[in-house]
């Protein structure tokens, strides 16, 4: 699975990226999710280090393209980003944010084909982290950025996880602290005492609940309130300085 934004405010033009990228998809063999935003501040102020590429238009009304990649540099010196322009001299400037490279509208095809490649071996470089889990029968590789949620009920650890587009769950004897040990140095954090959410799969937090990518909603307990709220600000904030000193004890 690879993850793509979009920031284009013209329609026409982000639908266009959206067709060639999931073609690309087809072709290839490749699961793709793409997330168009229509401006760069709506970029940088949803931005929580889930994307593997973003296609970045220059010229938009509330934030430039330019600034919203100096600003997504601050956090994340990892992010492919392709600027997509009418004018090919701005685009020169991506030296500055570590661009990898620009694409002159109208976009081809084949131009966008070969980035996506890019995007798919700097992916590959440097790897996704995993769990195996052990379930009778069978050992299953879960990557941990498509995990939404573990938690625990009657001495069974349910994984909480995304597959292909879809909720999906394994069950297995266990405690969490197993489970935890694995996360270690990871975005995750205990929202209650039977329960560890994906930071990186947070979508927002109403009053006492935590809404996830995938539609679940995990309750929050008083007790493990500020603590949760500290590791989301701090995992915001470093997009990736999660230090094993910021999760403190369980």
Same mark, same amino acid.
């Given at each position: #699975?690879?993850?793509?934004?979009?920031?284009?405010?013209?329609?026409?033009? $982000?639908?266009?990226?959206?067709? *060639? %990228?999931? =073609?690309?998809?087809?072709?290839?063999?490749?699961?793709?999710?793409?997330?168009?935003?229509?401006? !760069?501040?709506?970029?940088? /102020?949803?931005? $929580?280090?889930?994307?593997?590429?973003?296609?970045?238009? %220059?010229?938009?009304?509330?934030?430039? !393209? #330019?600034?919203?990649?100096?600003?997504? @540099?601050?956090?994340?010196?990892?992010?492919?980003?392709?600027?997509?322009?009418?004018?090919?001299?701005?685009?020169? &400037?991506? *030296?500055?944010?570590? $661009?990898?490279?620009?694409?002159?509208?109208?976009?081809?095809?084949?131009?966008?084909?070969?980035?996506?490649?890019?995007?798919?071996? /700097?992916?590959? #470089?440097?790897?996704?982290?995993?769990?195996?889990? /052990?379930?009778? !029968?069978? &050992?299953? &590789? +879960?990557?941990?950025?498509?995990?939404?949620?573990?938690?625990?009920?009657?001495?069974?650890?349910?994984?909480?996880?995304?597959?292909?587009?879809?909720?999906?769950? %394994?069950?297995? &004897?266990?405690?969490?602290?197993?489970?935890?040990?694995?996360?270690?140095?990871?975005?995750? /954090?205990?929202?209650?005492?039977?329960?560890?959410?994906?930071?990186?799969?947070? =979508?927002?937090?109403?009053?006492?609940? +935590?809404?996830?990518?995938? !539609?679940? @909603?995990?309750?929050?307990?008083?007790?493990? @309130?500020?603590?949760?709220?500290?590791?989301?600000?701090?995992?915001?904030?470093?997009?990736?300085?999660?230090?094993?000193?910021? @999760?403190?004890?369980?």
């Amino acid at each position: #699975m690879i993850n793509i934004a979009i920031v284009e405010n013209d329609k026409d033009q $982000a639908e266009r990226l959206e067709s *060639y %990228i999931k =073609r690309f998809g087809e072709e290839n063999g490749e699961q793709v999710n793409v997330v168009w935003f229509r401006d !760069g501040v709506d970029f940088v /102020s949803d931005y $929580a280090g889930n994307f593997d590429g973003v296609f970045m238009d %220059i010229d938009m009304p509330l934030m430039d !393209g #330019m600034t919203a990649a100096e600003k997504i @540099r601050e956090t994340d010196e990892k992010l492919c980003i392709v600027f997509v322009t009418d004018l090919a001299q701005y685009a020169l &400037r991506g *030296y500055k944010v570590n $661009a990898m490279d620009y694409l002159v509208k109208p976009v081809d095809y084949f131009e966008l084909a070969l980035e996506l490649k890019k995007i798919l071996r /700097s992916k590959q #470089m440097h790897g996704d982290d995993f769990i195996w889990i /052990s379930v009778p !029968g069978m &050992r299953k &590789r +879960v990557a941990l950025c498509d995990i939404e949620y573990v938690d625990i009920l009657a001495h069974d650890i349910h994984v909480h996880y995304v597959e292909d587009g879809a909720n999906a769950e %394994i069950v297995y &004897r266990g405690t969490l602290k197993d489970i935890e040990a694995q996360f270690a140095d990871k975005p995750f /954090s205990r929202c209650h005492n039977c329960c560890i959410v994906n930071l990186r799969r947070v =979508r927002t937090i109403a009053g006492d609940e +935590v809404l996830l990518d995938g !539609g679940d @909603r995990v309750y929050i307990s008083r007790n493990r @309130r500020k603590k949760f709220m500290n590791d989301l600000t701090n995992y915001i904030a470093g997009n990736g300085g999660y230090s094993k000193k910021s @999760r403190g004890g369980v």
